[in-house]
């Protein structure tokens, strides 16, 4: 799942031909956008936001239906604000269907419900009814599990397995909280479960493939394999087409299609007006930024501004001009950007511009001669940098200090062009905690704090 954006659309369904909706634009599929309650609750301002969003939405694709989601991490969508969107896409002749994801907190480690505790059950039943009540039909986000270890569910469980209670229990949890209450209150509406990309460690939480398809009315498949360098997941986007068709299986006829993330380009702030300028990739236009999907950027000493991409290499932005000039990768330049899938830019305080990479290395760029100097790991170098995939960078003392994933720590001083390496050792309780280092500072004593992916904080005191 996509994290809070500053736009309408957090998901993009690609739903199969058999779903109907009113207006049919591309002739093989149909798309919806799938909208959180973070931006539904945006929702009641169609002058200012609504409204220029979807403009620009649908300047790039044809729309046939609009999930508006309820509830998320216990923030709900008031009646007025939903009649509000509703009536919104209503008047454009779009289809409109309910969402719910039933978390707590998506950001804390994905905290959903604890369905042995009375008020949760009690929550999740109010959350169903409301939504069942708006729409006639309702998705469930891929947070429909549990991994509540309370002392209820701890004396509920009793002998049984957490996979044997919580298979159980999220099975009956959506009969008799979920599928059922939305029913009573709306008879005729259509409760459908997404399941994420499916995992064999996915039932001890309590996603029932089992049961679960047989009383819901359908399903949709979580494909959102993103990309396999960059995302934590590591799945092959072939994955995607291997999951549908084993839903597809599961729930014959009933598998309503996959879903994509979307990617949401360059917005940037004016304090004084308030208001937001939204900056895409123009397919046609060499002067637009070249990837709507950014991973980085920063202010150079010159105050020149530049943007790292995923997928479209370094931008620097020209304010006076409002338009941007791209780096791209060159088989035939040895000199250009090592490639066009950045995770950093970084500027130093001896005003060097850095470029890291997501497999590629590190560049250091010279804007006189628009070149790149790389680096890159070598077996046969102690010396050389620890790993490819570069995700975090600092400045020490005139060092750069650069985390990777799944590498350690690399300190360069680039004078002596000699990178020093840190990595995890499981003798040595000083070394560091996990080989990838996610975020670093300095702090004003000096000290360095490593922030890694699942061993929590290292700090380096320079003294000791």
Sequence with gaps: MLKPKLVLTSLLFLAL?????????????????????????????????????????????????????????????????????????????????????????????FETFCYSDPEHRKKVKEIAEFTAKNFDEVILDDFFFTNCKSDESIKEKGDKSWTEFRLKLMADAG????????????????????????????????????????????????????????????????????????????????????????????????????????????KNNSASISDNNISDFCEDVKGRFWIATFHGGLNLYDRKSKSFKAYRHNDSDKKSIASDHLWRVFSDSKQRLWVAHRGDGLDLFDPAKE????????????????????????????????????????????????????????????????????????DKGGDMWLGTFNGGINVYNKKC
């Excluded at 001890?204 to 493939?209: A, C, I, R, V």
């Design 17 to 109: 031909v058999k779903i109907p909706c009113y207006a049919q634009h591309y002739k093989n599929f149909k798309v919806s956008i799938y909208c959180r309650a973070y931006e539904v609750r945006k929702m009641a301002d169609t002058t200012n936001y609504l409204k220029p969003i979807w403009n620009e939405i649908t300047r790039q694709l044809k729309v046939d239906k609009v999930y508006l989601e309820t509830h998320r991490d216990l923030k709900m969508v008031d009646q007025k604000t939903l009649d509000i969107a509703k009536k919104f896409f209503r008047d454009r002749g779009v289809q409109i269907a309910g969402g719910i994801t039933f978390t707590i907190s998506e950001p804390n480690r």
């Design 175 to 282: 009969r008799e909280l979920v599928v059922g209450p939305a029913k009573a209150v709306n008879p005729k509406v259509k409760m459908v479960v997404k399941y994420p990309n499916w995992y064999e460690h996915f039932q001890g939480l309590g996603f029932n493939l089992e049961e679960e398809p047989k009383f819901f009315d359908g399903i949709y498949t979580g494909t959102e394999t993103r990309d396999a360098v960059m995302s934590n997941q590591h799945l092959q986007q072939y994955l995607g087409y291997n999951v549908i068709r084993y839903f597809e299986n599961i729930k014959p006829g009933g598998n309503g299609g996959g879903w994509v993330e979307t990617t949401e380009g360059l917005n940037t702030l004016n304090t004084e007006t308030k208001k937001f300028t939204k900056y895409f990739n123009e």
């Design 371 to 442: 070149t790149f100097e790389h680096f890159v790991h070598s077996d046969k170098n102690p010396n050389s940098l620890c790993n490819n995939t570069i995700i975090s960078i600092a400045d020490n003392e005139g060092k750069l200090w650069l985390g990777t994933e799944n590498g350690g720590l690399s300190i360069f001083d680039y004078d002596k062009k000699l990178f020093t390496n840190f990595h995890r050792d499981d003798i040595d309780n000083t070394s560091l905690n996990d080989n990838s280092i996610h975020s670093l500072y300095r």
